[in-house]
């Protein structure tokens, strides 16, 4: 059946001081990237390049548990009705021209985002809820937020921008640009920024940053130089990080590994559970079968016997290669919010049928089940086109036939699938992707959300609403751990959602480079890397 357990992802973890070694800087990396940056502005690019995260920095940013820390805020208070953050800055920070880093900085690059109509880039609708910036003074910064807001503090992790530099009410020669050109700015090729590394030169397919030698954290960074070059497509960069010309390629996909030869003599191999999970969604709403047949997925048996009917591990193995990892809750296993006190769902067929049977869905000698002469059958929605869909759905098909429960296939285009289905509730049970938040999501299950469409399955629970209403925001760590971990816990046993995996993505690094650190979003503090000295 089901069983209370931890969820462990095989994943390479290198342990690294929560500060700085003395470490003579020294070095090269050489880290290949697909595709090419058109320019290096975090606020133009958002997250499509990483070579901005070397370079420029926010108020906060994740560690590898996924727990929010401070990076150009040193401190933060949050009153007690979460509708104030006030934000304490480093006073050891300097641009890379110099120049000190400052309050007034914060507030210039968050009010091109928030108020500034002329802003040319592309905005973070969730930023609106932030109703005033105010400098409390040089090193100190407010902000005051709408009521009832839903703002995630990972948001003011958003790269900030040089205020001497982009605003052309202080920018000086050629940087006197109007906010409405800021796509033309030419700092967007000559950046600055408060990160390790500053920019050197821009190359044909290489960008080569440099150690920031005033760089406010200890004797970090450990690299002296970082070249980041530019492939085509990923065998070729696969090629080249064979041949040792480059050092590192991250962010590679199951497919991808499948066909990557072996480099295990040569490389370290480094594999994270991505951002990411598919899962498959009941529709609670009671009319969703029909209004001549009743909705099985509202008897938690039902919903417990499907959840247990489904091989995942065979899924992985088939289908990702065994790259990928089996969960049963939206928060990943590294995070700092997950609680391994759940329900798990390993295979059992017969508990499966046990469970059934109790919920009045008996077995008859055709090898289906029924209930007052209905046949236990439903349609599974998926996106139409998609292999991969198509092949994980005939499997579930499979699975679920070995208990007695018949699945007709229901593919869909994209398009329709969204917005014929999902958001009208037009649907019996659908397969799909979910992109994981970092800071543990909470609106798939609220009954708030069913009208704004995310609580798309129409799923209700008094027990749920009172749990997530204990979020008591950003001020209140424990209280959230308590939150998530009860959300999670019956999460597990109402199942709104059945999870079945997350794809495990993979970095290939020269035996030489230490110092890695993983976590769902990749790679962790490149500052902290090094080479290890030939003997």
Same mark, same amino acid.
């Given at each position: 059946?089901?069983?209370? %357990? ?38 133009? %690019? ?13 108020? &906060? ?130 950046? &600055? ?113 499907? $959840? ?24 990943? %296993? ?24 109790? $919920? ?113 925001? $950003? ?9 998530? $971990? ?19 993505? %993979? ?29």
């Amino acid at each position: 059946m089901f069983k209370k %357990t931890s969820i462990f992802l095989a994943i390479t973890i290198a342990l690294v001081a929560t500060g700085c070694e003395t470490r003579e800087p020294s070095g090269c990396l050489d880290q290949a990237l697909l595709g090419e940056p058109g320019m290096l502005n975090p606020l133009l %690019t958002g997250e499509e390049c990483i070579v901005t995260d070397y370079i420029f920095q926010g108020l &906060v940013r994740y560690d590898e548990q996924l727990q929010l820390v401070g990076q150009l805020a040193e401190s933060w208070e949050v009153s007690p009705d979460n509708r104030e953050w006030t934000f304490f800055l480093r006073q050891d920070v300097s641009w890379h021209d110099g120049e000190p880093f400052t309050a007034n900085d914060v507030e210039f690059t968050f009010a091109l985002q928030i108020i500034d109509e002329s802003f040319p880039g592309p905005r973070d609708l969730d930023l609106a809820q932030i109703e005033a910036i105010e400098v409390l003074d040089d090193y100190s910064v407010k902000f005051s937020l709408a009521p009832d807001h839903e703002l995630s503090m990972s948001k003011l992790s958003l790269g900030i921008l040089p205020r001497h530099l982009y605003d052309p009410q202080v920018a000086l020669g050629r940087d006197k640009v109007p906010i409405r050109q800021m796509a033309e700015h030419p700092r967007n090729w000559r950046p &600055v920024g408060t990160g390790p590394y500053r920019f050197e030169e821009w190359q044909n397919q290489c960008i080569i940053l440099e150690r920031y030698e005033n760089y406010y954290d200890g004797d970090c960074p450990y690299i002296q130089t970082i070249k980041f070059y530019f492939y085509p497509d990923f065998d070729t960069a696969l090629s080249d990080l064979a041949a040792g010309r480059v050092d590192l390629l991250e962010d590679i996909s199951p497919a991808q590994m499948e066909t990557a030869p072996d480099l295990s003599q040569t490389h370290e191999y480094y594999t994270y559970q991505e951002m990411g999970c598919q899962v498959l969604a009941f529709n609670f709403r009671s009319q969703a079968f029909g209004s001549n047949r009743v909705n099985p997925w509202l008897d938690r048996k039902v919903r417990q016997a499907v $959840a247990c009917a489904i091989d995942r591990e065979r899924i992985i193995a088939r289908l990702l290669g065994g790259r990928g990892v089996q969960i049963d809750s939206i928060v990943p %296993t590294q995070s700092w919010a997950y609680s391994p006190d759940i329900v798990a769902y390993d295979q059992d067929l017969a508990q499966a049928g046990q469970l059934l049977d109790q $919920a009045g869905w008996p077995l008859k000698l055709d090898g289906w089940r029924y209930r007052e002469g209905k046949r236990l059958s439903f349609q599974l929605t998926l996106r139409e086109g998609n292999p991969f869909y198509e092949n994980v759905a005939a499997m579930l098909k499979e699975d679920l036939a070995q208990v007695g429960i018949e699945v007709e296939l229901n593919p869909r285009p994209w398009g329709e699938l969204l917005l014929d289905c999902m958001d009208t509730g037009d649907f019996e049970m659908v397969l799909l992707g979910l992109g994981l938040n970092p800071d543990p999501e909470a609106a798939f299950f609220s009954s708030d959300s069913i009208s704004r469409g995310m609580n798309f399955g129409a799923y209700t629970s008094p027990a749920m609403d009172a749990i997530l209403s204990m979020d008591a925001g $950003a001020g209140n760590a424990e209280t959230r751990r308590l939150a998530y $971990a009860a959300m999670q816990k019956l999460m597990s046993y109402e199942l709104p959602l059945i999870f079945l995996f997350s794809p495990a993505r %993979t970095a290939i690094a020269s035996k030489n480079l230490k110092g890695i650190v993983t976590s769902p979003l990749g790679l962790c503090w490149p500052e902290r890397w090094y080479f290890a000295k030939e003997n």
